[in-house]
């Protein structure tokens, strides 16, 4: 259907007589296409809050206290218990959480995977883009 709008076009243009290259075109929605995306990833991102990078671990566990259940048996196991491990200055930091933390924790990590995402899209379009606006060959 878009290839049909744009064959539409080349005719019209074409019967006036003002027939540029082809290519020249496609580079010219192209550049439209990636900034549109570009804008949209923007938004995305700037629509984020919450953002970090790591795991979030949840376990139960036994305290060693004499007498206490959770020696036994595992479903009187304490917690659940959160941490977060991410890497800072390469070493692996592990962080006790709350519950409510844990909960925000999860979304923020939930969201630097999808701002990831979103910038290695961000790279496709630029380097569509720059192919687009700055073609190596005129
Ligand atoms: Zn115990």
Do not use: F
């Amino acid at each position: 259907m878009r290839l049909r709008a744009v064959q539409s076009v080349v005719s019209i243009i074409a019967s006036h007589g003002q027939v540029k290259p082809h290519r020249q075109r496609s580079l010219a929605a192209q550049a439209r296409l990636s900034r549109q995306r570009i804008e949209k990833i923007r938004a995305a991102i700037g629509a984020t809050d919450y953002l970090c990078s790591g795991t979030l671990y949840e376990h139960l566990s036994r305290c060693g206290k004499a007498g206490c259940r959770c020696a036994e048996d595992p479903a009187a196991r304490h917690g659940p218990y959160y941490d977060w491990g991410h890497m800072q200055a390469g070493k692996l930091v592990r962080r006790r959480l709350s519950a409510a933390q844990a909960l925000l924790m999860r979304q923020a990590i939930a969201n630097y995977r999808k701002v990831k995402k979103l910038l290695r899209d961000w790279e496709t379009e630029t380097e569509r883009l720059i192919e687009a606006e700055a073609p190596r060959d005129p």
